[in-house]
């Protein structure tokens, strides 16, 4: 195929993808089956029975994984001592993905709530480390009156 045939980005694939390092990415996707419905698209082994690439589709998005490699800088956050960053996962049924997830083994960072920006909304860290947001939005909510309900919580 020639270069100018090439689409620059794939064809199913969005602007931004999360790439998650984990320590045990073959375990890190049976998690995500079980716990998300993820859906296994492909797998590139590398040495020693390390995952180098692989990836999976969560409803409409990519996610790719590999397995920790420090001595290539890919650490899990585990390794780090927790993330920063939260993976959000927007769902037709917040409480039945929540209580999938926590069935599957993912300890609960935040219990499933209705909050004020209008998702029924929690959060939920997996056994390697990732933390998931998990939403089903419930109401529609204005900028003015998010900001009101925040200053309520504040106060």
């Known amino acids: 195929m020639s270069k100018a045939q090439v689409q620059a980005i794939p064809a199913g694939m ?37 995952l180098m690439h692989a990836q999976l589709r969560i409803g409409d998005s990519t996610i790719m994984l590999v397995d920790e490699m420090p001595t290539c800088g890919a650490v899990g956050p585990k390794a780090l001592n927790g993330t920063p960053v ?20 993912a300890s609960i960072k935040l219990a499933l709530t209705d909050m004020f920006w209008g998702d029924r909304y929690g959060l939920v860290e997996d056994p390697f480390g990732h933390q998931w947001s998990i939403a089903t939005h419930i109401r529609d909510v204005g900028p003015e009156e998010m900001e009101q309900e925040m200053q309520k919580m504040t106060a």
């Open 86 to 105: 939260s993976l959000h996962l927007y769902v037709e049924d917040a409480d039945a993905a929540f209580a999938r997830a926590v069935a599957a083994g």
């Open 14 to 50: 969005h602007s931004v993808t999360p790439h998650l390092v984990c320590a045990g990415a073959a375990d890190a996707i049976a998690f995500y089956i079980k716990a998300f419905n993820a859906v296994e698209v492909f797998r590139l082994p590398g040495p020693e029975g390390k």
